[in-house]
């Protein structure tokens, strides 16, 4: 049997025009000129409901005449037909394994019968290639898949890896030679209704991506949001260069050399135009994912399948300035859904959905008390917003106050409001908490021994280089970073601390008690968003909330309830797998992942004696521990950035009470002009006005290469 050459299937133009008759042959002519993703999502549609069998059993017969014809076709065209055949029916196979059918709303019954005949269809096509065909392409079509899945992470690699990859490994694994098609549904619908994140999803639990990339897959395991930010976007383009020069995923999507070629004005004067060209350039990587989760955002009135687009840093200090890139970017989003609606919701007539809304939020830094008015004036025009470098309970509190001022305001005014998000950086906050316990403690351990070479050694230990140029306060600052100290409980780190003689007498008294300090650290994080969450949707809280929006906006009990019920927290950048699991809720809550941290609570979830339903709900039922939080404001040498973390202010507690939410946190937390000095605040904003800078001027060099050539060429 000869092997075919690879093709890459083009993505042809589609008409303003739709010229077709039905729902089949939308899907077919769709498919056929290469938007297979998209011609699969069109049946994801609760306007499908009860019509399934019948619509699926059509585009497989006529699907069945194209394949079987196309043994008479020249072998290059005949190849083609056969790849949109086969990747037609998968997609549409996929989305019925997957969680997608859940949320649209088909029974188990009909969509079993729609994978039924999908099976049949492709195993028998399968078997007619190896009788009738020069070539075989299923297995090509098979390896397409698994490589797609293989993508987040690939080249941006931190371990143990991405779920996604790590299931297609397993996919693969699985796969029959002789059944290449049938094997890989099974192995799939395995690996999707046995995923811990499907598993949760049907709990009623929501996850998010944090990553650019990967979320069709995701998707179908549950998933029904993703964020963004310049670190992210960078990592897209690393891990998937066709963004630059090639792009061939979802439909309508274009690669970035194809917009800076068109764009003259970029091209005379790249510089000028830096923030614009990134702009763009971050456009070109998360619009993809507008149109992945468009069938569910559809479906639920924008309940589900939000993508966080984050704002420049570079202008977070002006609310002006964010809600004016906002704007834009909310343009950009509506002109890109245009078309896309266009095909994905014909034949449709739910006149309830408003089409080219975008199913978008903006990341709105929450590092500067500007962030409250551009939070508030976002909300009130019906855009969703997900503030991030927010780590503490008063920062959250305080916008999610602005957000419910906001939201508010726009029902009030007859505006839908969808899901909005309020992120906990649960890790970040948790390392700079670590980091500045340590520090502590080392400048402690010097000024107890001043013995300067017992410093260096640890900081030789821990994989710094050339530890003999730096100072004595260097040394406490990088020995402290997450790079080199990752835990308190590292060997040379307990070492030191002994020879000190810091915490006790023995080593087992000493890593006892760096143990239990790293635990209680590492709670931190699960602690705020759990504090949070008690403020605003613990259901005797929640209660008062209602009433109160209710009179102080004079709504009704159904503008009230849409004001609150799609606020959710949104725990984020995560290291361990508990910060997952005890931050779950059935209500109010999206937890977002790392590709490497879904591995790792896939791997938690297979551990012997692990049960789910431990978890259900935690974030109510297994608040941290009195013990841990007055241990963190009491005992330990960081006790004032822990109260600063995990505390309100007076003047929250005083809107607290006009509320009628009674809550002891204490009043030593943050205050908006407090925000910037915040040592996480700054950290983070660091890194990413870093990343954001970096990554503009990559997409600003491109732009320059472009314009050579293009002057080259005229």
């Known amino acids: 049997m000869v092997k075919e050459q690879h093709i890459i299937m083009k993505l042809e133009d589609l008409s303003s025009t739709i010229l077709s008759l039905d729902h089949v042959d939308h899907v077919i002519q769709t498919a056929f000129k290469g938007h297979v993703k998209l011609a699969a999502d069109h049946i994801l549609n609760?306007?499908?409901?009860?019509?399934?069998?019948?619509?699926?059993?059509?585009?497989?017969?006529?699907?069945?005449?194209?394949?079987?014809?196309?043994?008479?076709?020249?072998?290059?065209?005949?190849?083609?037909?056969?790849?949109?055949?086969?990747a037609t029916l998968l997609n549409i196979a996929l989305n019925f394994f997957g969680f997608e059918r859940v949320l649209i709303g088909f029974s188990e019954d009909e969509t079993e019968i729609a994978i039924d005949y999908i099976r049949r269809t492709l195993g028998e096509w399968e078997e007619y290639e190896k009788k009738y065909f020069a070539t075989t392409i299923a297995k090509d079509v098979v390896d397409d898949f698994i490589a797609e899945m293989k993508i987040p992470m690939s080249k941006n690699y931190k371990p143990p890896g991405s779920m996604t990859s790590k299931i297609g490994e397993t996919v693969e694994g699985k796969l029959r030679a002789d059944e290449r098609m049938l094997s890989f549904l099974e192995a799939v619908k395995e690996e999707v209704q046995e995923n811990i994140y499907y598993r949760m999803?049907?709990?009623?639990?929501?996850?998010?991506?944090?990553?650019?990339?990967?979320?069709?897959?995701?998707?179908?395991?549950?998933?029904?949001?993703?964020?963004?930010?310049?670190?992210?976007?960078?990592?897209?383009?690393?891990?998937?260069?066709?963004?630059?020069?090639?792009?061939?995923?979802?439909?309508?999507?274009?690669?970035?050399?194809?917009?800076a070629k068109e764009n003259r004005k970029w091209l005379d004067e790249p510089e000028a135009f830096a923030d614009e060209i990134a702009m763009k350039a971050t456009e070109i990587c998360v619009f993809p994912n507008l149109a992945v989760f468009r069938p569910i955002a559809i479906a639920s009135n924008f309940v589900h399948g939000m993508v966080s687009y984050q704002l420049s840093p570079n202008v977070s200090g002006s609310s002006k300035e964010s809600v004016k890139d906002a704007l834009h970017i909310y343009s950009d989003a509506s002109n890109f859904l245009r078309k896309y609606d266009e095909y994905l919701l014909w034949g449709y007539n739910d006149l309830d959905i408003e089409k080219?809304?975008?199913?978008?939020?903006?990341?709105?830094?929450?590092?500067?008390?500007?962030?409250?008015?551009?939070?508030?004036d976002l909300e009130s025009l019906g855009i969703g917003t997900n503030n991030t470098e927010t780590y503490t309970v008063s920062q959250e509190t305080t916008l999610i106050i602005s957000k419910i001022e906001g939201r508010a305001k726009a029902v009030k005014k007859g505006i839908h409001v969808g899901t909005s998000y309020e992120t906990t950086m649960c890790g970040r906050l948790n390392d700079y908490l670590r980091e500045k316990q340590a520090r502590i403690m080392l400048e402690m351990m010097y000024n107890k021994t001043k013995d300067f070479s017992a410093i260096a050694q640890l900081a030789k230990d821990l994989g710094v280089q050339d530890v003999g140029a730096l100072s004595i306060e260097k040394l406490f600052e990088i020995s402290s970073d997450l790079r080199y100290l990752s835990s308190l409980t590292i060997k040379p780190f307990v070492k030191l601390a002994m020879e000190a003689d810091m915490f006790g007498g023995t080593k087992e008294e000493v890593q006892a008690y760096l143990s239990r300090l790293e635990d209680d650290i590492c709670k931190c994080g699960i602690a705020v968003t759990q504090r949070v969450y008690?403020?605003?949707?613990?259901?005797?809280?929640?209660?008062?909330?209602?009433?109160?929006?209710?009179?102080?906006?004079?709504?009704?009990?159904?503008?009230?309830?849409?004001?609150?019920?799609?606020?959710?927290?949104?725990p984020a950048s995560k290291r361990k797998p508990r910060e997952t699991f005890l931050t779950l809720a059935s209500s109010n809550m999206t937890n977002t992942e790392f590709p490497n941290h879904q591995t790792n609570v896939l791997n938690e979830s297979r551990k012997p004696g692990f049960n789910l339903e431990e978890y259900l709900d935690a974030v109510v039922n297994r608040v941290v521990e009195a013990e841990t939080i007055h241990r963190l404001f009491e005992e330990y040498e960081a006790k004032d950035e822990c109260r600063k973390a995990l505390q309100l202010t007076p003047a929250i507690l005083k809107k607290l009470k006009e509320v009628g939410v009674n809550v002891k946190f204490g009043e030593d937390g943050l205050t908006p002009e407090e925000w910037p000095n915040f040592g996480a605040v700054?950290?983070?904003?660091?890194?990413?006005?870093?990343?954001?800078?970096?990554?503009?001027?990559?997409?600003?060099?491109?732009?320059?290469?472009?314009?050579?050539l293009y002057s080259t060429i005229n």
Not at 207 to 222: Q, T, V
Not at 356 to 376: A, Q
Request: charged fraction near 25%.
């Open 46 to 86: 609760r306007g499908m409901i009860g019509r399934l069998e019948k619509t699926v059993g059509s585009i497989t017969r006529k699907l069945n005449l194209k394949f079987y014809e196309s043994r008479y076709l020249p072998l290059q065209e005949s190849i083609i037909v056969r790849t949109k055949s086969y």
């Open 682 to 708: 700054i950290k983070t904003k660091s890194e990413f006005t870093r990343a954001y800078n970096n990554f503009r001027q990559e997409a600003v060099s491109f732009v320059k290469k472009q314009k050579t």
């Open 356 to 376: 080219m809304r975008p199913n978008i939020v903006f990341k709105v830094s929450g590092n500067n008390s500007s962030s409250i008015d551009t939070t508030h």
């Open 201 to 259: 999803s049907i709990k009623k639990n929501k996850f998010g991506n944090d990553y650019a990339l990967g979320l069709r897959w995701l998707r179908h395991l549950g998933y029904v949001q993703v964020s963004t930010n310049p670190v992210l976007a960078a990592a897209a383009y690393v891990d998937d260069p066709s963004l630059w020069d090639g792009f061939k995923g979802e439909s309508f999507c274009q690669d970035f050399k194809t917009v």
């Open 534 to 570: 008690e403020v605003f949707f613990f259901p005797e809280n929640r209660s008062k909330w209602l009433n109160y929006i209710r009179a102080r906006y004079e709504l009704n009990e159904e503008q009230t309830e849409e004001v609150i019920a799609f606020i959710d927290m949104l």
